[in-house]
């Protein structure tokens, strides 16, 4: 089963699991500089669709972790080299 297919070879593509394995991650990187990334999220448990946490933005990279009903974003999005963590609630 593919779950997605990246043509363009500017970008990688990595699978992972949240460290309280309740949630597959897939990552899409720029493998160019700036380095830049989109994260899309499932429930581990169940067939459901993947969501987008952030859209790619240029030179904005964050990353994904999962505690209780939430997942929190580290993010450069505000001035592109401090990163700050932002509070998402996982939707229902």
Known sequence: MIVYDEDNTQFSVTVENTLSKEYILLNISSTFEPKCNEI?????QD???FWLVQAIQQKVKYYIKHSGEFLYKVSNEEDLFNFKVTKIRLPS
Request: hydrophobic letters at 40%; zero cysteines.
């Open 47 to 49: 067939n459901s669709k």
């Open 40 to 44: 899309w999220i499932r429930n581990a």
